[in-house]
């Protein structure tokens, strides 16, 4: 049986790659409201207003490349079982060669309707205009979990952090729950180890390893290749 890995990432892992974070200095929320953008209110509110943000931020995504720390990421599969839950909504992760990702915060990619049924379907790097349906008729909207809706994939990703023999958590604030209380979920004998370039409090078990994820994962990855 292979060892378990479970990484736990946030956007700091993808600011490397020209995307940005939320709440750094240049973050999204410290230029945007998020109440505005990214809560069912706001778009009820204003849905075009939405659209256009969420368009900007999928067509910089989709011409986005992944990084080191994608790749050291994807390059754990060669000898780990590696399941990959993410809070980013770029297709980074699989693009770098990731085979197992969770998006417990949805994706860019994908459109999805606004009916009981939710119909999902991909759109890569598509922008979504007011006016455009679903099958059944209504608007579409990004396939993006917003504050105040249900985050999606946590019993699953729960399970997998829980039964992981090492658990890496890079570029996140751990700020936002459901996501950020998994790291509670770790078992004691479990190697952990936080990437980020701060951090408030770092999470009991883990040891924290300052840097760019792009200079310290690849260090992580070939110190357990070789382990
Ligand atoms: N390398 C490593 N870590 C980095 C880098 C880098 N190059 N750049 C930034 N970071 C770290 C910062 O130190 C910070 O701890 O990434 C973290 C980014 O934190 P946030 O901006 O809070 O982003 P994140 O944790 O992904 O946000 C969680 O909040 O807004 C919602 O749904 C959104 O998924 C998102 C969730």
């Not at 939405?50 to 900007?56: A, G, I, P, Q």
Request: a negative charge; hydrophobic letters at 40%; one cysteine or more.
């Amino acid at each position: 049986m292979r060892t378990k890995i479970a990484v736990l990432s946030g956007s700091g892992l993808s600011a490397e790659s020209g995307l940005p974070t939320f709440r750094d200095a240049a973050g999204l929320w410290r230029q945007h409201s998020w109440v505005e953008l990214a809560s069912p209110e706001g778009w009820a509110r204003n849905p075009a207003l939405v659209l256009e943000f969420y368009n900007e931020r999928r067509a910089k995504a989709w011409a986005a490349q992944p990084n080191a720390a994608h790749r050291a990421i994807a390059a754990l599969e060669s000898k780990y079982e590696v399941v990959v839950v993410t809070q980013n909504v770029d297709a980074l992760h699989e693009r770098a060669g990731s085979t197992r990702v969770l998006h417990v915060h949805g994706e860019l990619a994908y459109a999805r309707g606004t009916g009981p049924s939710r119909l999902r379907f991909r759109i890569d790097g598509a922008p979504i205009e007011l006016g455009q349906r679903c099958e059944e008729g209504t608007q579409l909207r990004p396939d993006i979990v917003w504050f105040g809706e249900e985050t999606q994939h946590m019993e699953e990703s729960r399970e997998y952090v829980a039964a992981a023999d090492k658990v890496l958590v890079v570029g996140t604030s751990l700020t936002v729950y459901p996501a950020a209380g998994l790291v509670d979920a770790v078992r004691r004998d479990a190697e952990c180890v936080l990437n980020t370039l701060d951090i408030d409090e770092i999470p009991a078990g883990f040891r924290y390893q300052h840097g760019r994820a792009t200079e310290v994962l690849p260090l992580i990855a070939s110190a357990w290749l070789k382990d």
